[in-house]
């Protein structure tokens, strides 16, 4: 299954309808001051991991397109997870709906990662299995998905 949008797409709708539903939905906000500032913690957990993934892949010279995937990096972030990236955008979504207090915030979060997880991952693993062959399979088997 190929799929024509790209997981940026759905974390930045998924960024704006946070924040949305915070100002549309305020009688649903239900973490309380100050303990909605985890929320500050998770978010900047989900912004290490992507930036450190991101470096990555400018250091291995290799596209975030995985079908045209030159270099299956094993190093960093990804000795503990196969999608650091997309763990840390759903971080970053998780951070910012508990900071916003907001019921349908994690919500969105959740569904962020169900899309990722049941519609991305599978057609990039895939790929990478096509691309890499053996060295991929090896890499499936001792490193997680997510954590």
Not at 53 to 63: E, G, M, S, V
Request: charged fraction near 15%; charge should be positive.
């Amino acid at each position: 299954m190929k799929t024509k949008t790209y997981p940026p797409v759905y974390f930045i709708a998924g960024f704006f309808l946070i924040i949305a539903s915070y100002f549309i939905f305020p009688g649903i906000n239900f973490v309380p001051f100050p303990v909605n500032f985890i929320g500050l913690f998770v978010l900047i957990l989900g912004f290490m991991l992507v930036s450190q993934a991101y470096n990555l892949f400018k250091r291995y010279q290799t596209p975030h397109d995985f079908s045209k995937s030159s270099s299956l990096i094993k190093e960093g972030v990804f000795k503990y997870s196969r999608n650091p990236m997309y763990l840390g955008m759903t971080l970053i979504l998780l951070g910012l709906g508990i900071c916003f207090e907001n019921i349908i915030s994690l919500s969105i979060s959740l569904i962020f990662f169900l899309i990722i997880h049941f519609v991305f991952v599978p057609v990039e693993e895939e790929m990478l299995s096509t691309i890499f062959k053996e060295s991929y399979l090896e890499y499936k088997h001792k490193v997680r998905k997510w954590i």
